[in-house]
């Protein structure tokens, strides 16, 4: 039998029936009623001892050992009005020496990651405000290592703010709108490479290496938004979609002493990729990766500045494909680096030499490490977490810079995260259970606990007023021999002697994984919310998902949707074979990937689902972007029947049951065009279904009453579908 069979997590909140409450959609997505509290703003200063928190504008320190407040480091109310500051901090970032301090004020959000700010420099011991740019908004301020200067980018072109003489110098000027970037990533590299900021400032502070986008030829996606005007608004930004042309991406160096730019020589780049860029210890060598566009070679380039010559660091080939991160860890003695592989078949860490010379690996074994937190050279010790206990938990771990004498550091089972001081003498661990909300502990560097910064008792004692159902793991063999795992939530006074609908959540994209032993946010209320009305609640991770190594996770390339599917479908049959279970009463709900998953199963699997709900689901993955696309299934000229095959909206005419489509018409993501599109196959076979749209919301579909607008919507249609309904 499998270890993880039967795992059941029992968190009863209260056994008071009388006295208990239910969940309702006004408590979660109104009143917000189902948030523990958090530690935000917790920021270590460079004494390993202290921290910092941004409370009512004001940055103020603690000591980590008692908690006990040390002073306000710097209240923004005493300097509003000067400079253009209103007084509000959205952020905040402390230069090497925490002299000065760059304050970050009226965000404004553009895609999931970026945004344009107003900022200030204050000297903390002259009391001397610098305003930045003051002519408009810009984005990614970054002092330089020296704190001499602040380097951004405003228009798509970079400057530096030179703090001594209050001056701003150009670094480029060819920055146009929807044409040339500087110093920021274009819109396909900010979503699936997940960073902004491409420019980066030498150690030594005298040069700025950056990237630069050409996205001339990139075509275009124009939204529409809704302001009550006579005429919408049109916003027309640059999306590549599969095989279509990407931006041209380059890294330059420029000398701020000789004001000059130098362009790194990376070879031949057509059809690649600049998807990470690290400096070494030396100052005038930057580590760049390049990539090719099927994502499955990688070339850590070793770039000297002063001649923009590079030389191979490291190579990696996949028959699969390459998952970029920022493991890359450059040691002190300027002699050795650390790095994260698959290589193995696992996820693993290794140490190499610069040469390129793999030293050892530091980690071994079948199981993935998920997390690298990184190197405490003074002591010789390296922290990182894993997935080596089981793929439904994580555990933070210690161990020698050789890989030997390894320790654990979570004591508790479920989930567990970690952050470090800059001096690794003190750690916070996140941890948390499903049904348990997170606490948040300091310990030291021995691994004693030092005090809990908190642990939601409050929040706990106020869930025992509800009847909220246990999790129960499980795994079940598909007939194809492989072992998936899931959970249950069952509803309150469960009889086995009854029957009961079934709501099947997932998510089911690369990598990820919904099957897990941790908090669950809002959702998690949702689904108690279903069960207390008598529902079954399941999800299940399928193949292609994460934490169980490579080939399990990569197993769907070239084929997305079709064994996450199979499984699924699988799934669905298994609990429909319980006793308990209504088989002709089973849905599925999913958003983006998830929905693109739930448009799948009902289709394919319509003699199995009565219901589907697809929030912002994709349905053909040539309306998706180059990066995140190409990366699973290349294009649609390589692999025709990977797209086919495996796309909702070419099947349409199977429809049986009920479905329901969601979509943001503001989506940047997920474009609403993969929903239009799909409502237009289903016009044409002659298929009734059920199409909630939302005006000016992105991929997340939030802001005023958007979300409980969309959760009502979607409770009423499993009510009259599934709970009242089912396949005939």
Known sequence: MNKWHFIVVLFCFGINVQAQKKVTLEAIWQNYEFYPKSVPGFNFLNDGRHYTRLEDNVVKKYDITTGAFVSDLFDANTIKGQ??????????????????????????????????????????????????????????????????KVAYVYENNIYY????????LPVTDDGAFNTIINGITDWVYEEEFGFVKALYWSPDSRK????????????????????????????????????????????????LTSETRLDIDMGDMTEMYIPRVKWTQNPNIVCVFKMNRHQNHLQLLNADVRTGKTSLLLEEKNKYYIDIHDNLTFLNDDKHFIWTSEKDGYNHIYKYDMN??????????????????????????????????SPLQRHIYVMKGNGKKKQKLSKQSGWNEASFSSTYDYYTLRHSRTGV?????????????????????????????????????????????????????????FDANKTYPVFMTQYSGPGSQQVVDRWGGSNYFWYQMLAQQGYIVACIDPRGTGARGEEFKKMTYLQLGKYETTDQIEAAKYLG????????????????????????????????FAAAIAVAPVTNWKWYDTIYTERYMRTEEENPHGYADNSPVYFAKRLK???????????????????????????NANK?????????????????????????????????????????
Request: aromatic fraction near 14%.
């Open 657 to 683: 049951g009920k479905y329901l489509l969601v979509h943001g018409l503001a989506d940047d993501n997920v474009h609403v065009q993969n929903t239009m599109e799909m409502a237009n196959a289903l016009i």
């Open 83 to 148: 400079l253009g500051f209103d007084g509000n901090m959205d952020g905040y970032e402390f230069n090497h020496d925490e002299t000065m301090i760059l304050i970050e004020s009226e965000s404004e959000s553009i895609y999931r990651r970026s945004y344009l700010a107003k900022y200030h420099i204050y000297d903390l011991k002259t009391k001397k405000l610098h305003a930045l740019y003051e002519e408009g908004k810009v984005m990614n301020a970054t002092f330089s290592p020296d704190a001499s």
């Open 356 to 389: 390129g010379k793999e030293i050892r690996a530091l980690t071994k074994g079948n199981f993935d490490v998920t997390g690298f937190y990184g190197v405490d050279e003074n002591n010789d010790r390296i922290f990182y977490q894993t997935a080596e206990e």
């Open 577 to 608: 074979s319980l006793s308990y279970v209504d088989a002709h009463r089973i849905g599925i709900f999913g958003w983006s990937y998830g929905g693109y998953m739930s448009s799948l199963c009902i289709l394919k699997g319509n003699d199995v």
């Open 437 to 493: 909300p997170t606490t948040y502990t300091v310990y030291d560097r021995k691994g004693k606990e030092v005090r809990i910064l908190e642990d939601n008792q409050a929040f706990i004692t106020k869930l025992k007023e509800y009847k909220l159902s246990p999790t129960e793991f499980f795994t079940f063999e598909t007939s194809e021999g492989v072992q998936l795992n899931g959970y249950m939530i069952n509803p309150p006074h």
């Open 688 to 728: 009734q279904f059920d199409t909630y749209l939302y005006p000016n919301r992105n991929h997340g579909i939030y802001g005023g009453n958007a979300r409980i607008h969309l959760y009502t919507k979607m409770s009423d249609f499993l009510h009259a579908n599934l709970m009242h309904g089912g396949l005939d």
């Open 161 to 168: 703010y030179n703090l001594s003489d209050q001056t701003t």
């Open 208 to 255: 700025i290496v950056y990237l630069r986008f050409d996205e001339s030829e990139v075509p275009e996606f124009t939204m529409t938004r809704y302001h009550n005007e006579i005429y919408p608004e049109y916003q027309t930004f640059k999306y590549p979609k599969v095989g279509a042309k990407n931006a041209d991406v380059s890294a330059h160096i420029y000398d």
